[in-house]
């Protein structure tokens, strides 16, 4: 069973897949081309968003669209340069 580690995995994909780019999905998506990359990449994370309404509405297929939209706010999230522990720290500086 997987655990939390694979967050950390897949950013780092997603670092490299900006600093190094190949012809992948993700690599393509932080490229500006016809429209801006934070564009495209705001957008998907709107749909996203939009999906997983429907999915708590509808009970049907949450887990799935909540994996696309915690994937496309990583993807914005590493486009920006953040650093993931950024992300990790602010948890744990709100935390009770
Ligand atoms: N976790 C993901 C991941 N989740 C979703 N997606 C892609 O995000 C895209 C858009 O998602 P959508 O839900 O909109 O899918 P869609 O096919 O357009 O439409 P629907 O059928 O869902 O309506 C699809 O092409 C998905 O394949 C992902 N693409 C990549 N990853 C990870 O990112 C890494 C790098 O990916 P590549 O750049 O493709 O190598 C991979 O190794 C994975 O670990």
Known sequence: MADETIINEVY???EDRRDNP???Y????MKDSDKKAVDKICE?????AAEVILAA???????????????HNLLLL?????NLN???????????
């Open 22 to 24: 190949i012809d992948s």
């Open 57 to 71: 509405k509808n009970d049907e297929n949450l887990v799935y669209e909540s994996v696309d939209l915690i994937f």
């Open 44 to 48: 998907k994370v709107g749909e996203e």
């Open 78 to 82: 590493a486009y920006k340069g953040v």
């Open 26 to 29: 993700t690599s393509n998506i």
């Open 12 to 14: 780092k994909v997603l």
């Open 86 to 96: 950024e992300v990790f720290d602010e948890f744990e500086r709100r935390r009770k």
